[in-house]
């Protein structure tokens, strides 16, 4: 049941995007003919180029493209670390996914480290403790209970809800964000700041993801050799 690095090695073409959708290739800066991973969200799209860079462009008022609030983006822009335009760029960027209005990717460390887990970022709108308890306008490191965290292996944003979930490199589930209906804890949590995760319950995952009021995932059975899907919702 070992999805490896969940990377697509050609990249699905893109014949346009950005305000004017040029039918010879995406706009922006970088001159790409794949993209190696592209989500959509509220009214904002996110990709990871080529080359690893992060580009995200559409509606930017609650900060979700990476940086200060402002008016939407018509063609993708590199997302800043520091928010600034003179550095804090990565190429390394190996997962992301969109939310309604807030993002999380997952950037791999430098060699010799693992090249399919890294470190997670959130950014954007946090108003449930969606992007992380302390996410910012400008991507952040997740800190779960152990803040040097670095093996994230998948990342899956709840578009239309407000709610993450990760999966780290031992296959172990993580949730945090709105936990109005469960979706993210047991009940009883209105939400939760740092990622919550019930090891004897949630193990094995290779794959999951969130909805406006529910949480799904596959999980790996290791006897007999299959994949079971389990729903902890409410």
């Known amino acids: 049941c070992d999805l490896g690095a969940g990377l697509c090695t050609s990249g699905p073409s893109c014949t346009g995007v950005g305000a004017d959708a040029d039918p010879d290739g995406p706009d922006g800066p970088e001159p790409m003919a794949a993209w190696k991973a592209v989500d959509v969200g509220g009214r904002f799209v996110c990709a990871i180029s080529g080359a690893g860079r992060l580009y995200c462009w559409g509606d930017n008022g609650h900060g979700q493209l990476g940086g200060q609030p402002s008016e939407p983006v018509p063609a993708p822009r590199e997302v800043q670390l520091d928010g600034s335009a003179s550095g804090g760029t990565l190429d390394r960027w190996i997962a992301v996914s969109a939310g309604d209005h807030y ?3 997952i950037a791999a460390l430098p060699a010799p480290a693992p090249a399919d887990q890294g470190v997670l970022y959130c950014w954007g709108g946090n108003e ?4 992380g308890g302390d996410a910012a306008f400008t991507p952040r490191p997740v800190v779960p209970v152990d803040p040097d965290k670095t093996d994230w292996r998948t990342v899956a944003v709840s578009t239309g809800g407000t709610h993450t979930c990760a999966i780290d490199a031992t296959s172990t589930a993580f949730c945090w964000g709105d936990n109005t209906v469960g979706k993210v804890a047991p009940l009883g949590f209105a939400e939760m700041v740092v990622p919550y995760a019930d090891a004897s319950a949630w193990p094995d995952t290779v794959a999951i993801a969130g909805g406006p009021r529910s949480t799904c995932r596959t ?3 290791k006897t ?3 994949v079971m899907t389990t729903a902890f919702t409410a």
């Open 103 to 105: 993002a999380c990717a």
């Open 224 to 226: 007999p050799s299959s």
């Open 128 to 131: 449930v403790a969606q992007a």
């Open 219 to 221: 999980r790996c059975r």
